[in-house]
């Protein structure tokens, strides 16, 4: 089993609808997570951060965090077609500091 | 400089070439790791510094991959006899502190360095 799991998709979603985007890891002692967003042919660009359990928001995105679960989400409001891009869930080995990430979801906005 | 650089941003190599990659970070960032992104994947780590100290290279694939960051700053990747399965983008990322809750974990990465072995 890989430590950091997501659906490679690619995930559809029309415009201004709620993009939903999943990730699971393996690791319990996991404290942090990140979601960094691609664009095709560019690098990885950290768009959330979660540390606790439950929901963080940050304008149009919200991180959701269940560390029982050992699942973490994020959800795009009002899609925009600028959010076409693969999202990345990132775990940090916490004490050798490297992130493990899943296989990106990659979500297209359909105008 | 603004952000992390990376060079070249292509690189086609023959195979059993060997090659160089250069990163460098942002200016007074601590942390500075290298991945692999092969293509459809997600990154890879191979080996990560903390200033010119090498505190986990157990990503490196064999040891034809080699890394060294000498004064903390700039950080050179080498590939030696490169093979085609070593084909892949090669992302450099810099933080100011090492990763860990509670602390400024951002890890910026740069543009990458686009590696094709023919």
């Known amino acids: 089993q890989k430590e950091v799991e997501q659906n490679s998709g690619p995930l559809s979603v029309p415009e201004g609808a709620i993009a939903s985007l999943n990730c699971t890891y393996s690791?319990?002692?996991?404290?942090?997570f990140f979601w960094y967003r691609q664009y095709s042919g560019k690098s990885p660009e950290l768009i959330m951060s979660i540390y606790s359990n439950g929901d963080k928001e940050d304008g149009r995105f919200t991180a959701q965090l269940n560390k029982a679960s050992q699942y973490v989400s994020l959800l795009i409001r009002d899609s925009q077609p600028s959010d076409s891009a693969t999202y990345l869930c990132a775990v940090p080995n916490f004490g050798n500091e490297k992130l493990t990430f899943g296989t990106g979801t990659r979500l297209t906005i359909i105008p | 400089g603004a952000g992390v650089s990376q060079s070249p941003r292509y690189k086609v190599a023959k195979r059993g070439q060997d090659v160089a990659l250069r990163c460098d970070p942002i200016?007074?960032?601590?942390?500075l790791f290298w991945y692999q992104q092969a293509l459809g994947q997600g990154p890879e780590f191979l080996t990560y510094?903390?200033?010119?100290?090498?505190?986990?290279k157990s990503g490196l694939p064999s040891d034809r991959f080699f890394a060294e960051r000498p004064e903390g700053s700039v950080s050179t990747l080498k590939i030696q006899r490169t093979q085609q399965e070593d084909s892949a983008v090669y992302l450099c990322?810099?933080?100011?502190?090492?990763?860990?809750?509670?602390?400024?974990?951002?890890?910026?990465f740069g543009q990458g360095t686009r590696l094709t072995v023919v």
């Open positions: 990322a810099s933080s100011l502190q090492p990763t860990g809750v509670g602390v400024n974990t951002e890890a910026f």
């Open positions: 690791d319990r002692g996991s404290q942090s």
């Open positions: 510094f903390q200033n010119e100290a090498q505190l986990d």
């Open positions: 200016s007074g960032h601590v942390s």
